[in-house]
C-alpha cells in the first residue's frame, strides 16, 4: 500500500477512466451504472438491525422492525445498509478494505448516499465515528478503512463533526470476522472506551457510526453500549453491507 494518504487516493483514482470492479468493463466507472442497477436495488430492511424483510413487511408506514428487534431491541436507534454482503458486493468491499483498493470508496460511499434516510442521518447527527480501527490492526492494514469511507460520505452537511479518536479500540487476538457470535461478543467485552477528555464531545449527542461490514452486530452493538454508557443521546449506524 503506498503511503500517500488513503482519502487523497480515492478523491484522486474516482476522477479517472477505470474499469467496473464488477463487471470489469473498460472504460467505465468503478462502479458502472448497469451493475448499479442489477445488484444494488435498495431491498426492504429492519430500521435496527438491517437485516433484509419480506416485501411488504410494514407497508403501513413508520420504521420497518424486524421480530427479532421487537423482542430484543439493540442498543442502535437506527441502523441502515446500501447492500447485502453476498456476491458481487463480498469481492468488491474485500478489495476495498483488505487489499488496499481506496480508489473505491467514493463509489460506494455514493451507494450508501442513494439509500433512504442516508443523508438525513448525516445531516442530524452530531458526531460522525468510524468504527474504531486498534493501533495494531492499522499498522497490518495499512489504511483505517470505515475512517476513508467516512470522510467520503462527509459533506457540508458533515463539517466539523467526524471525530475517529473520540473511541479507542484495544486490539482483539482473532480478526471479528472468523467467529461466531457468542465469541465475537465475549472478545469484544472492554474492547471499546471513551477517553475522559473525549467525553465532553460524547455526552448528549447524536452519534453516526460508520463501518464496512454488518456481521452479526456484534461490533456495533458492543460500541453503541459503550457511547450509550458515556452519556450520548443516541447511536444510530450508517454501513455499507449486510450479512443476510
Not at 74 to 88: I, K, N, Q, V, W
Not at 163 to 175: D, F, I, P, S
Request: aromatic share 4%.
Amino acid at each position: 500500500m503506498p503511503n500517500l494518504p488513503a482519502s487523497w487516493l480515492s478523491h484522486w483514482h474516482a476522477g479517472l477512466p477505470s474499469q467496473c470492479a464488477v463487471c470489469r468493463r473498460w472504460p467505465a466507472q468503478r462502479l458502472c451504472q448497469d451493475c448499479r442497477l442489477r445488484w444494488a436495488r435498495p431491498l426492504p430492511r429492519c430500521g435496527l438491525c438491517a437485516m433484509p424483510l419480506p416485501a411488504g413487511h410494514g407497508a403501513s408506514g413508520g420504521q420497518q422492525v424486524c421480530g427479532a428487534c421487537l423482542v430484543k431491541p439493540p442498543p442502535l436507534t437506527h441502523c441502515l445498509a446500501a447492500l447485502d454482503y453476498a456476491y458481487p458486493w463480498h469481492t468488491v468491499i474485500g478489495d476495498f478494505k483488505f487489499r488496499g483498493d481506496t480508489g473505491l470508496a467514493r463509489s460506494l460511499a455514493a451507494l450508501l448516499l442513494e439509500q433512504h434516510g442516508a443523508r438525513e442521518q448525516l445531516e442530524q447527527c452530531d458526531l460522525l465515528l468510524p468504527m474504531p480501527l486498534s493501533a495494531q490492526r492499522l499498522r497490518e492494514r495499512g489504511f483505517h478503512q470505515a475512517l476513508v469511507l467516512a470522510r467520503a460520505l462527509s459533506g457540508p452537511s458533515t463539517r466539523g463533526k467526524l471525530r475517529h479518536q473520540a473511541v479507542q479500540r484495544a486490539h482483539t487476538a482473532q480478526a471479528q470476522h472468523d467467529l461466531p457470535r457468542a465469541l465475537r461478543l465475549r472478545q469484544l467485552r472492554g474492547v471499546f472506551a471513551v477517553p475522559p477528555a473525549q467525553l465532553p464531545h460524547v455526552r448528549g449527542r447524536r452519534v453516526l457510526l460508520i463501518d464496512d461490514v454488518m456481521t452479526t452486530g456484534a461490533s456495533l452493538h458492543a460500541l453503541a453500549t459503550c457511547l450509550r454508557r458515556a452519556g450520548a443521546a443516541e447511536v444510530s449506524a450508517l454501513v455499507l453491507a449486510r450479512t443476510p
